[in-house]
Each structure stands twice: as structure tokens, then as C-alpha cells.
């Protein structure tokens, strides 16, 4: 949105047939984009809300005024039939604020029933992707995520859920590098025009505008399906992949490396596993 064409690059996406999700944060929004929104509505808008207050809100953005025109933006909306989805990332700043987000969200929205949310959290804080891992100060450790979903009975309950869920059985030998569906199932196009499959990571990218998509398509996926450890890395055969934040992206984005252990992953997988009661070797 920080485009003057914006609105006109949504058109043509419409006309082309896109089922179009727009992620905001709800700043940039104003009346006119609205009103065209709710005549040509998306299938969903997705606002990231960081905080509840305007003093944890507005010392996230670092913008005076902020939250009251987001606040202001997202009731608007809440009147249209636009499906409305609120988020929140738990952060040092809000850790206190999440579960209040969230019931304020379901006061403005409704609570749905069959446990369809219209408020969601991410636990996870990742660097820059140009490396820069001033965002990984605000991280919560695992002690915090748990007293955070403790604030909320819905939050609780699934997290309770997935730990009780059956152990996620990974099939591919532990030599293989990549072993995310980011991969094999999903491809992501940059405001640059790179064809990524990876959000993450640069590495196997094409650039679109020099060569055709189908070419660039089925360029790498063979050699991205069989690239293999180069080092003994503590993560090539650890028992805890599975229940591990760590990929060789985000590995690459934290150390500057693929195969490196990132210690704060590794917190999150141990501690997890514990809570899981699971007897699994470490590497």
C-alpha cells in the first residue's frame, strides 16, 4: 500500500482471477481503499494488531497516533462483510497484551463457532532478511510463550492439543538439508520479480524478468530435493526436527550458515519435548 497504484494493481489481480488475502497493518488503509475493498471485496484481510493499549502499541511502530487510525481502520471494516482476520506476533512488548487482544477481537468480531478463529498469534521472531537480527532481541523464551498462552483458555487448550498430538514422523534420511514443504509445495515472487521457493532464503532464485517462468520453475527442484549435508552438524541427525523451529533458511538468516544450530531454536525444541514427555536423541 505504499504504492499510489495500489489500487489498481488489486483491480488487475481480481480481473486475472487471483484469490486475493491481503496481509496489512492497517495503517496505510484509508476510506477510499475501503470503500473499494468492500465493492470488490478480497477473500480475506489480514491486520497484524500488536498491542491493545496505545502506549504497547504505539512503542512497537514507533509512530505517534497509530493505533487510534489502525483501531479506527479495523472497526470500519468489522462493518463490512469483508472477512476479517486479526493478528498479533508475541514480543517482549505485548507478551501481557495478546490474550486482551484477542478478546477484544472476538468483542468487535464475534466468537465463530467450530473453533474458527478470527485472531491469530505467531510465537516466532525472525532476523531481517538482510541478516540484521535486531528483531530476535524482542523474542520471548519459552517460560514467557507458555505463561502468554496461559492467558487465554482457547490458547491453552490447542496448545495443550498439539502436545498430546502424535510425534510428526520425518521419513527423509537425516542427510538430506531440506526437509520443510516449503519447497515441494509452494512458490513466492518478490516485489523485485525473483521466483523464490523459499521466503526466507534467495538461494535457487530466478529472476523473472530475464528468464521465463517455466523455465525458472523446473530449474531447481531436483537439485533442491537432493542437496545433502556438507558437515556434521548437531542438526543432521537430531531426534528433534521435528518439533524444531530450524531450517537451513532460517539457520542461514540467524548464523550466516545453512547447517548451523541456532541455540534458540534449539531451547524451544528441548523444552518442548520435555513438555511432550519425549525421550528423543539430541544429536
Not at 556438507?230 to 523451529?245: A, E, I, M, Q
Request: hydrophobic share 30%.
Amino acid at each position: 500500500m505504499v504504492r499510489d497504484d495500489f489500487l489498481e494493481l488489486y483491480s488487475h489481480a481480481k480481473e486475472k482471477g487471483f484469490i486475493i488475502m491481503l496481509f496489512t497493518n492497517g495503517y496505510s488503509l484509508t476510506k477510499e481503499i475501503i470503500n473499494y475493498l468492500v465493492k470488490l471485496p478480497p477473500f480475506s484481510i489480514e491486520i497484524t494488531l500488536n498491542g491493545i493499549t496505545k502506549k504497547t502499541y504505539e512503542s512497537i511502530t514507533q509512530i505517534k497516533e497509530s493505533f487510534p487510525r489502525v483501531i479506527g481502520n479495523i472497526k470500519l471494516l468489522s462493518k463490512s462483510k469483508i472477512k476479517l482476520i486479526l493478528k498479533s506476533n508475541c514480543l517482549k512488548q505485548n507478551k501481557d497484551e495478546v490474550a486482551r487482544i484477542k478478546g477484544w477481537t472476538e468483542e468487535l468480531l464475534g466468537k465463530p463457532a467450530q473453533k474458527k478463529y478470527r485472531f491469530k498469534y505467531d510465537p516466532m521472531i525472525f532476523p531481517q532478511l538482510n541478516q540484521d537480527k535486531t528483531p530476535c532481541n524482542y523474542r520471548l523464551s519459552f517460560e514467557e510463550l507458555v505463561e502468554l498462552r496461559k492467558q487465554d483458555p482457547d490458547i491453552w487448550e490447542e496448545y495443550q492439543k498439539g502436545l498430546h498430538s502424535d510425534f510428526p514422523d520425518l521419513k527423509r534420511d537425516g542427510s538430506f538439508l531440506y526437509h520443510c514443504n516449503s519447497w515441494m509445495q509452494q512458490f513466492f515472487i518478490n516485489p523485485y520479480g525473483r521466483l523464490k521457493f523459499c521466503i526466507f532464503s534467495d538461494k535457487f532464485s530466478v529472476d523473472l524478468k530475464t528468464t521465463p517462468f517455466k523455465e525458472g520453475f523446473y530449474r531447481w527442484p531436483s537439485q533442491i530435493l537432493n542437496e545433502r549435508f556438507n558437515t556434521n552438524s548437531k542438526c543432521r541427525d537430531c531426534g528433534l526436527r521435528s518439533v524444531c523451529y530450524h531450517c537451513p533458511a532460517r539457520a542461514y538468516l540467524e548464523t550466516g550458515d545453512e547447517e548451523s544450530p541456532v541455540p534458540y531454536y534449539c531451547r524451544l525444541a528441548e523444552e518442548t519435548a520435555k513438555e511432550m514427555a519425549l525421550k528423543i536423541k539430541t544429536g
